[in-house]
């Protein structure tokens, strides 16, 4: 009788073998994973395409169109001026580029005082909160409420509280305090520079104040208290631990508020209307009524760009000088 035998192995299958007919795993699935992040984000980058980039790159066009009132029914139809828009307003002999050199030093003395006012208050506030007592959470509260207001609601206020004949600072100044001879105007003069700094500086020191408190947060008690038991006072220590340690913060703080105040249009438009008086006329609205009073939009977009580049190379610049500080502070 002859016996059948199989071969060793030949019915045996390897551990790692599939059996036929299993499923495979799909490629479907760890695409949807990577390209799940990127559908997400898809609904913000259009709204960012339509809100931001086309209108930028419309304005860059009609930079070198001369659009006026007689093409605004079709600013594609406007003729061609090339660079002819931003020779005149860079040609500051010209009253127009006269008028823009001055609107920009003014802005730019108004950003240093009121970046460096905010940034000081700021600060100081968010030091004096950091030791407890009772109060504490409701001047943090108080504290935020101007950056808490809507911006319109507020600088409305303030327009009201400038008002000469019955407004509350003529009130405090005048009539119950006798500072001035005679009231004073604030909307209109040189002193609306100052009305527009304290508004400026009222509803922007809140933002300081929170972002530097937030950093304190992540400098430890102990070196405080091993600083003072080494006999450091208050000045020390917040010159040789609290100063050094918000530096990060610091750096972010004051470029965020540099490119809001430099780029402020609500704040001088709500208090003094379309048109700014000279002492406060900002280049934001500036270049609004270079181009919507004057109906030159191409006049008024080349001012834009201008304002596009210097913005960037200041805070390219910036953030430079700031990197190569941080690397040899840490070398």
Not at 76 to 98: H, K, Q, R
Not at 134 to 147: A, C, D, E, S
Not at 237 to 245: C, D, F, G, K
Request: aromatic content about 12%; overall charge positive.
């Amino acid at each position: 009788m002859t016996t059948l035998t199989a071969a060793p192995g030949t019915g045996e299958r390897k551990a790692h073998e599939k059996p036929p007919g299993a499923p495979r795993p799909r490629r479907s699935g760890r695409l949807r994973r990577i390209g799940l992040p990127y559908l997400l984000l898809l609904p913000a980058l259009l709204l960012e395409l339509l809100v931001h980039l086309v209108p930028m790159a419309i304005g860059v066009v009609v930079s070198f169109k001369e659009l006026t009132q007689f093409h605004i029914r079709d600013w594609t139809t406007a003729p061609w001026n090339g660079l002819g828009n931003y020779s005149v307003a860079i040609d500051f002999s010209a009253p127009v580029g006269e008028a823009l050199l001055k609107s920009f030093l003014t802005t730019c003395l108004f950003t240093l005082l009121s970046v460096g006012l905010c940034w000081l208050l700021g600060t100081a506030a968010a030091i004096f909160l950091q030791e407890g007592f009772r109060g504490r959470g409701f001047l943090r509260t108080l504290f935020l409420v101007p950056y808490a207001l809507p911006v319109y609601a507020a600088v409305i206020t303030w327009a009201f509280m400038f008002q000469r004949d019955n407004g509350l600072v003529n009130h405090v100044l005048h009539d119950q305090l006798g500072l001035t001879g005679s009231p004073p105007f604030w909307l209109i003069g040189d002193n609306s520079f100052t009305a527009l700094l304290v508004v400026s500086v009222w509803k922007g020191w809140p933002f300081a104040f929170l972002i530097v408190m937030a950093g304190l947060q992540n400098i430890p008690r102990e070196i405080y208290e091993a600083a003072a038991l080494d006999g450091a006072g208050i000045w020390q220590q917040i010159r040789a631990i609290t100063l050094p340690s918000l530096r990060p913060v610091n750096q972010v703080l004051v470029l965020v508020l540099f490119l809001w105040t430099f780029n402020d249009f609500n704040t001088p438009f709500v208090l003094f209307g379309k048109a700014a008086p000279e002492a406060a006329d900002l280049i934001s609205l500036h270049i609004y009524q270079s181009s919507f009073q004057t109906w030159n939009f191409g006049a008024g977009s080349a001012m834009s760009v201008l304002l596009l580049l210097f913005l960037l190379v200041v805070t390219g610049a910036y953030l430079l000088l700031t990197s190569r500080g941080r690397k040899a502070t840490d070398a």
